[in-house]
């Protein structure tokens, strides 16, 4: 049986820049950290905004192909339950590094072709899009200057392998950026490996994180090449004590399960003091039983406050982004 995350991603309008703030004080213009800021677009035509409507309910498909061999098997009948369930797209996380061969040409296995190019086509057959990403690629994590070469030659393969893909398979260049590839760093990357790209795919669709694990708050950092169809994503794990709870990569404080989501509960969840969990894990607990759903810690406020960022804060100008609040099931 195959272990789903559910992404839930929620489109967003492009945005404009707003110099004044919410209140109507006076203007006062924002200089990103790593300038300058990309030039707004207000069309509402553009190509990443169309394809955007692809992906709005998606099925993430973790531990099939970026966990080692083959973690987890998947059927062809699964895709068309994802369809039937109400998803409109499938992200396919892949550890492409883990089949590429050594330096100077890093040259992908046919195998890990096999096995992404089932997970695509069922996804396509399906009538699915289908998001194909490059993930837990540490080295570019630890050194990004070192790992580049072999980032943009991986890249290179696999947009060569998929350029007659039709236009409902995007690429996501790289998976919650984080440690040394700050956004700074990976800004000039992406410059890179997307003209890259478009050599071969120059109307296919491509997702890009800034740093800090795809944080929103570093979108004021994120700085990208002229190109019309690039959506930036975002990821956003709030409620966290919901989403990662039981979770055994996460840490000793999401050992309490029985969280539900929105809080309060009908009835109150009981703490294991078998856990030996810290206070204040145990006073997240006491407010999620007993505080309404608009000031709960398990409610909505948590992300959507994320969403609402406002938009004289954001350099993000050339597309538009998506959301991303994943919970591992």
């Given at each position: 049986m195959i272990?789903?995350?559910?992404?839930?991603l929620l489109?967003?309008?492009?945005?404009?820049?707003?110099l004044?703030?919410?209140?109507?004080?006076?203007?006062t213009a924002?200089?990103p950290?790593n300038?300058?800021?990309?030039?707004p677009?207000?069309?509402?035509?553009?190509?990443?905004?169309v394809?955007?409507?692809?992906?709005?309910r998606g099925?993430?498909?973790?531990?099939?192909?970026?966990?080692?061999?083959w973690?987890?098997?998947?059927?062809?009948?699964?895709?068309?339950?994802?369809?039937?369930?109400?998803?409109?797209?499938?992200r396919v996380?892949v550890?492409?590094?883990?089949?590429?061969?050594?330096a100077p040409?890093?040259?992908?296995s046919?195998?890990?072709?096999?096995?992404a190019?089932?997970?695509v086509?069922?996804?396509?057959?399906?009538k699915?899009?289908?998001?194909?990403?490059?993930h837990?690629f540490?080295?570019?994590?630890?050194?990004?200057?070192?790992?580049?070469?072999?980032?943009?030659?991986m890249?290179?393969?696999?947009a060569?392998?998929?350029?007659t893909?039709?236009?409902?398979?995007?690429?996501?260049?790289d998976?919650?950026?984080?440690?040394n590839?700050?956004?700074?760093?990976m800004?000039?990357?992406y410059?890179?490996?997307?003209?890259?790209?478009?050599?071969?795919?120059?109307?296919r669709?491509?997702?890009v994180?800034?740093?800090?694990?795809?944080?929103v708050?570093?979108?004021k950092?994120?700085?990208?090449p002229?190109?019309?169809?690039?959506?930036?994503?975002?990821?956003c794990?709030?409620?966290?004590?919901?989403?990662?709870?039981?979770a055994?990569?996460?840490?000793?404080?999401?050992r309490?399960?029985?969280?539900?989501?929105?809080?309060?509960p009908?009835?109150?969840l009981?703490?294991d003091?078998?856990?030996?969990l810290?206070?204040?894990?145990?006073?997240?607990?006491?407010?999620?039983?007993?505080?309404p759903?608009?000031?709960?810690?398990?409610?909505?406020?948590?992300?959507t406050s994320?969403?609402?960022?406002?938009a004289?804060?954001?350099?993000?100008m050339?597309?538009?982004?998506?959301?991303?609040?994943?919970a591992r099931?």
């Open positions: 272990r789903i995350g559910i992404a839930s489109t967003l309008a492009i945005l404009q820049i707003t004044a703030s919410a209140r109507g004080e006076e203007a924002f200089k950290v300038p300058p800021p990309m030039k677009i207000a069309a509402r035509d553009t190509p990443a905004y394809a955007a409507k692809m992906f709005l099925v993430n498909l973790g531990d099939y192909l970026e966990a080692g061999r973690s987890v098997k998947i059927t062809a009948g699964e895709f068309a339950t994802m369809k039937r369930e109400g998803f409109d797209h499938v996380p550890a492409w590094h883990l089949s590429a061969g050594p040409d890093f040259t992908l046919p195998e890990i072709f096999s096995h190019d089932f997970a086509t069922n996804a396509l057959n399906n699915l899009a289908v998001i194909l990403n490059l837990h540490y080295a570019i994590d630890k050194d990004p200057a070192a790992a580049t070469d072999q980032f943009l030659k890249w290179r393969q696999i060569a392998h998929y350029r893909y039709p236009d409902q398979l995007a690429f996501e260049l998976n919650e950026p984080h440690e590839a700050t956004t700074e760093l800004n000039p990357i410059a890179k490996v997307i003209p890259e790209i478009r050599q071969t795919n120059p109307k669709t491509l997702f994180e800034p740093g800090g694990w795809g944080n708050s570093e979108l950092n994120l700085v990208l002229p190109d019309d169809n690039v959506i930036v994503s975002v990821h794990y709030e409620p966290f004590y919901f989403t990662h709870q039981g055994s990569w996460a840490g000793l404080d999401v309490q399960t029985g969280i539900q989501f929105p809080g309060p009908a009835t109150p009981e703490v003091t078998k856990l030996g810290k206070k204040y894990v145990v006073d997240w607990i006491a407010n999620y039983n007993t505080l759903a608009e000031k709960n810690p398990s409610g909505p406020d948590l992300f994320a969403l609402k960022t406002p004289h804060s954001l350099t993000i050339d597309a538009p982004f998506t959301s991303e609040n994943s099931l």
